[in-house]
């Protein structure tokens, strides 16, 4: 049988029609980024887009797709052996003393190891039979036979040597090799309404000239200064409520760009205040539920627009990158740190896009290494960051410039637009008056924060009773915490003067959720996250009321566990020390630099919190490339280890309405779409619960549904009245004792 030089079995796609798809790729990009690389790293690009599949020609693969076609005949093979993976045969097509003597010795070796790990492979040697199968087989790709030659190891990169691994990290082969990967993985993709890049221009207009267009050139003190700064590098400390959103996408201008929030919610409301109130529509997001997010928004209808575009679409534009405009959490792009084979890819469009860091005080002490070493990796290969943020640790600053981070340092506060929104008091009492509460509520929206789910429910149930109260924490199914969610930011956002009741959360609320409310009961937490409470409070409102609207309760709950015991300290002792009531802007901002600066608070440097992040940059700076699996990468990069669990109670549910039934029959089919399967896995993710691991944990089982999914049934309690949006969510009983804490 003749050899059809298949390059996937899909559409029977041969080599040949594979390379021509990456070509189109290669041109889009460098049409929309001519500027990203040199002429000659373009033709290094290009070359390594010709050869890196070339490799597949050989017997051993082309029978694997006849197998898979149902083909009855197939090549004969030279020998038994196992199957070479392609990308390291494919560059015996690469003649190696000819691109020495046009790019010289480094290059040939950039150009040769692009292709030789554009794919994460175990290597197994290549034989004189390996060899021989390919220039017997090189003849259907129109190659003679003696341009297949063995390549020498001298041009293989490898991570062990010091020199070698210094061209790996290094700006060239991180572009050559990403943009090889990302090339590769649009082409596959076999979608015609998904490209490598778009255009920044929404019609004639950018974001930046969407948003210069929505504010009529009326810019606040944050916006001018990111408008004037589109160049630099920034670290941006403004307070809420003072346009700091906007300021960001001003600095945009006309460039790619990331924007990144620490929670989905926070994520779906930036994506809908950007298409909708900027009216900007070439923002995408991008997280593990985005895919059944564009669903649900499809789904709704608009008067007079025909929608062309598929939730599908929407989905790859951002998986892949290709959106101009793209908000995300950072465990999207962060994993870089890891270096594992793939890594460039997400780096290389780092490299010629802009970066926004928006609510860095909501991430652990590991996270922020992350950031601070990712954004070193970033800027050394060109891409630009922009740190936007109501508090932030004086220290950081030195800890980048530690690490030779290039940033600009914002020299003076920016003027608020409201200077007096809090007045705060300390209750070192062992409770909060929950009559003193009852009473408030009556007129007024209050909004009760507590530092753990079990302390959250236990507050829920002492008032319980009363009208309009509700629960919002982690624990709830997802299509459960979505009507919760929606609720509070209608209940946070209502203009209605006679609105009042009682909201009990935990700190899922702090970050970015547009609500206000007119007095917060909070238990002490970490200064940062403190204030960042305080801004769900008169949130764009003066206050100057005799009384206080914020409590805050000395009771030590979620200490050590989730509070780091340290700064909890550093921060009741700031408070005590605090004799005003009225806590301004300015205010606000002493506490955090009397707290996180290291010539004002000595002890910082012996605390758990600081020293956390010193050792995780440390340890990160060692990593070899190639090291780590890239499966392995997001369970180590998150450093917890969740599993999601669905309460007996639903899947009983679940399964007497024979939505489990279904769900099996479409993931076990092998003749089901791979969107059709996309859509059943975020289905059941409405039904799961996420919850840190702990070896007392009721789990039940086996994973369900497919390999991989980590969800497992549980029989603890959960309680949830969709009508009226009230309940505990889930009851973790036997874990009451067991020192389990989570937010």
């Not at 409070?537 to 000395?554: M, T």
Request: charged fraction near 30%; include cysteine; glycine fraction near 4%.
């Amino acid at each position: 049988m003749e050899n059809e030089a298949l390059a996937k079995s899909k559409n029977k796609k041969t080599i040949k029609e594979h390379t021509r798809d990456l070509l189109y790729q290669f041109r889009i990009l460098k049409s929309i980024y001519p500027y990203i690389l040199t002429k000659e790293d373009w033709g290094i690009l290009r070359r390594g887009a010709v050869y890196h599949d070339l490799g597949k020609i050989n017997s051993k693969f082309q029978n694997k797709l006849y197998k898979k076609l149902g083909y009855k005949e197939f090549l004969e093979e030279l020998d038994d052996a196992d199957e070479v993976p392609h990308n390291f045969l494919s560059p015996l097509f690469i003649n190696t003393k000819k691109y020495e003597k046009k790019y010289g010795t480094i290059k040939t070796a950039i150009l040769l190891s692009s292709v030789y790990y554009h794919h994460d492979r175990t290597f197994k040697g290549i034989s004189e039979n390996d060899i021989e199968d390919i220039r017997k087989q090189a003849k259907y790709l129109g190659i003679s036979k003696d341009k297949v030659k063995k390549y020498s190891e001298k041009y293989i990169l490898r991570p062990k040597n010091s020199v070698d691994r210094e061209i790996l990290e290094g700006k060239i082969y991180i572009q050559i090799k990403g943009l090889l990967n990302r090339l590769d993985h649009i082409a596959s993709l076999d979608n015609p309404n998904v490209n490598i890049e778009e255009s920044v221009y929404d019609g004639k207009q950018t974001v930046a000239d969407k948003v210069k267009e929505k504010i009529s050139n009326s810019y606040r003190e944050v916006q001018k200064y990111m408008l004037e700064n589109t160049n630099e590098n920034l670290v941006v400390i403004s307070p809420t409520g003072s346009g700091k959103t906007e300021a960001a996408l001003l600095w945009i201008g006309d460039k790619k760009a990331f924007y990144t929030l620490p929670l989905k919610v926070s994520i779906n409301a930036m994506e809908k205040r950007i298409s909708k109130d900027i009216d900007y529509s070439k923002a995408l997001l991008l997280h593990s539920d985005a895919y059944v997010y564009y669903e649900q928004e499809d789904k709704k209808p608009e008067k007079g627009i025909v929608k062309k575009e598929t939730e599908l679409d929407k989905y790859e534009r951002a998986k892949k990158m290709s959106a101009p405009l793209i908000i995300t959490t950072i465990d999207q792009l962060f994993k870089i740190v890891f270096k594992y084979n793939g890594y460039e890819e997400i780096l290389s469009t780092l490299s010629y896009s802009k970066l926004i860091i928006d609510e860095i005080q909501m991430y652990s002490p590991e996270l922020v290494a992350y950031i601070l070493l990712g954004l070193k990796m970033i800027t050394d290969v060109g891409g630009k960051f922009a740190i936007i943020t109501a508090t932030f640790p004086d220290f950081l600053y030195d800890k980048m410039n530690e690490l030779k981070i290039p940033f600009k340092k914002q020299e003076e506060r920016f003027k608020p637009h409201i200077e007096n929104r809090h007045k705060i008091k300390l209750l070192e009492d062992k409770e909060f008056d929950f009559e003193e509460i009852k009473e408030k509520a009556k007129t007024k929206k209050v909004l009760i924060i507590a530092n753990t789910i079990k302390r959250a429910q236990a507050i829920y149930e002492k008032l319980q009773e009363e009208p309009n109260v509700h629960l919002l924490h982690s624990h709830y199914i997802k299509k459960d915490r979505k009507l919760l969610e929606d609720e509070i930011l209608r209940f946070g956002n209502s203009k209605n003067d006679n609105s009042s009741g009682i909201w009990i959360s935990t700190q899922i609320v702090e970050a970015s959720l547009d609500i206000d409310f007119d007095v917060l009961y909070t238990e002490l937490c970490s200064i940062d996250s403190l204030l960042q409470r305080m801004g769900r409070v008169f949130r764009k409102r003066e206050y100057f009321e005799a009384e206080p609207n914020v409590y805050i309760l000395n009771n030590m709950n979620g200490v050590p566990y989730i509070i780091d015991a340290d700064v909890y300290e550093y921060t009741l002792k700031q408070l005590q020390n605090f004799k005003k009531g009225n806590l301004t802007e300015k205010d606000k901002q002493k506490l955090i630099h009397n707290i996180f600066s290291l010539q004002e608070n000595k002890d910082l440097a012996k605390s758990k919190y600081y020293n956390k992040i010193k050792d995780t940059i440390n340890n990160l700076q060692h990593i070899r490339p190639y090291r780590m699996p890239s499966k392995e990468i997001l369970e180590k990069f998150r450093k917890i280890q969740n599993v999601s669990l669905i309460p007996d109670n639903i899947y009983d549910e679940l399964n007497n309405d024979g939505s489990i039934d279904k769900w099996k029959e479409i993931l076990g089919s092998s003749t089901n779409k791979t969107s059709d399967k996309i859509k059943v896995k975020d289905e059941i993710r409405n039904y799961v619960v996420n919850v840190r691991w702990h070896p007392k944990l009721d789990m039940q089982g086996n994973e369900l549904f497919y390999k991989g999914s980590n969800i497992y049934r549980t029989s603890y309690s959960y309680e949830f009245d969709k009508e009226c949006k009230k309940g505990l969510g889930l009851i973790m009983n036997n874990l009451q004792n067991e020192g389990y804490f989570d937010e």
